[in-house]
């Protein structure tokens, strides 16, 4: 075996892995065509933004789409439809991204995080029960890196509670749980359209619901005059519903236009992304000491927005996962790990003082502890990643992956004497 490329070998992987685009020539050509004939702004639902809605609305067999300007709109949105209040608790994971979780903040109601899995990192609903409180109104589960949480088991809990229950999407286009595609077991749910997503928009989001109370609180909120005006039928609201609630959450229709041919091959990227899961699954399969990204008994589809397995330092001899991730790297596989901790461990929600005085911040909410909710912090000191490009990966890049992880696997014992260079 040749010597590793951190003390100074010959990478196994030669050519850069680049950034492979989702975005074709026809998704330009849409964009380009809305561009030339005017099609830059838009007052109700119509045009690309309605025929990108449609498109949610039907896949997902839901009443209604609402395109939003980003995921944490939609976000914000779909808290905001629930009527959350002050006093209000919702249960929500402590390891998922921030837009998961501060919109709550914003409706001036309390999120009350909650554990995550072990395996996963999605929300530990075993740990929720103790969380549940006269206060508990609604959870919030985020389907992380593409791995869709037990939804039949999310659904049970919310009723057994009483509980309103809101998808965050947003990692996680097409994927599904004992046949049902994410977005549409809960009474809301979110995507996001950012630029690394499944169906990317840009910058953009979208809320599906099948609820009227719900969707029309959205409008509402960000999708005042026209939309509103046609679009709101509850007599106590119709009055206000041309001025609505001030804020302007549209997408732009040009992000539309790029979002409509990914949502029409949206199939098709869930099946080149399952090829290169398998392939991933295949190569670690051959390393000693590590396993697959897991896949739990009741996902039906994986997104696979981000193949996330986990590192075990004694399966290694002790060696760092720093020191296992940086010697990848150094032969040219872009492993990473993640960059957030939980949510508990961020100030916000350690500190009495928030710097935030606009929102109704509880005084009296619940403080966290490092080791409070301690499998989430285990998550995040033990995942790591490999990307899993929009297109496939080319066999001789697969190739120099496989080499590469043999290699670091020879090397792990001079690994664990030299760690990183310099040391």
């Known amino acids: 075996m040749s010597e590793l490329a951190l003390y100074g070998g010959e990478p196994a992987v030669r050519e850069p892995l680049g950034t492979a685009t989702s975005v074709s020539e026809a998704d330009v ?27 949610f609305e039907t896949r997902l067999g839901q009443r209604y789409a609402l395109a939003t300007s980003s995921g944490t709109a939609a976000l914000h949105s779909a808290f905001f439809g629930l009527g959350l209040k002050r006093g209000d608790e919702v249960l929500a994971p402590t390891y998922t991204y921030l837009a998961t979780v501060m919109p709550i903040v914003a409706c001036n109601a309390t999120p009350v995080l909650v554990d995550a899995e072990p395996d996963t990192g999605n929300i530990d609903l075993a740990d929720a029960e103790r969380h549940v409180t006269p206060r508990t109104r609604a959870m919030v589960v985020t389907h992380l890196s593409g791995h869709p949480v037990d939804m039949e088991r999310a659904v049970r809990f919310a009723r057994r509670h009483g509980l309103r229950l809101v998808e965050d999407a947003s990692q996680a286009h097409g994927a599904a749980s004992a046949g049902a595609e994410v977005g549409t077991r809960g009474d809301v749910a979110a995507f996001s359209l950012q630029g690394r997503k499944l169906v990317a928009a840009g910058e953009g989001g979208m809320l599906v619901t099948s609820d009227t109370d719900v969707y029309e609180r959205a409008v509402m909120l960000g999708h005042f005059a026209a939309r509103s005006e046609q679009e709101v039928r509850t007599p106590g609201r119709v009055p206000f519903a041309k001025l609505g609630y001030g804020l302007n959450y549209r997408m732009h229709p040009l992000g539309a236009a790029l979002a409509l041919g990914q949502m029409e091959r949206l199939d098709r990227s869930l099946e080149l992304r399952a090829a290169t899961f398998a392939a991933y699954d295949a190569i670690l399969r051959e390393i000693p000491g590590l396993d697959p990204a897991p896949r739990q008994s009741h996902v039906t589809r994986h997104a696979g927005y981000s193949y996330q397995p986990l590192y075990d330092p004694a399966a290694w001899g002790g060696l760092p996962r720093s020191v296992f991730v940086g010697a990848l790297r150094a032969e040219g596989v872009p492993a990473s790990v993640p960059s957030s901790p939980p949510l508990h461990r961020e100030p916000f929600f350690t500190c009495a003082e928030t710097g935030v005085e606009t929102f109704a911040v509880d005084p009296d909410r619940h403080l966290y502890r490092a080791g409070e909710l301690p499998r989430g912090e285990e998550y995040v000191a033990s995942a790591w990643r490999l990307p899993v490009p929009a297109q496939a990966l080319p066999a001789d890049v697969l190739a120099g992956f496989a080499e590469a992880f043999r290699k670091v696997a020879a090397g792990a014992e001079e690994l664990r004497k030299k760690g990183a260079v310099g040391t």
């Open 29 to 55: 050509a849409r964009v380009a065509d809305a561009a030339r004939r005017g099609e830059i702004s838009y007052d109700a639902s119509e045009g690309l933004v309605a025929e990108l809605e449609g498109a």
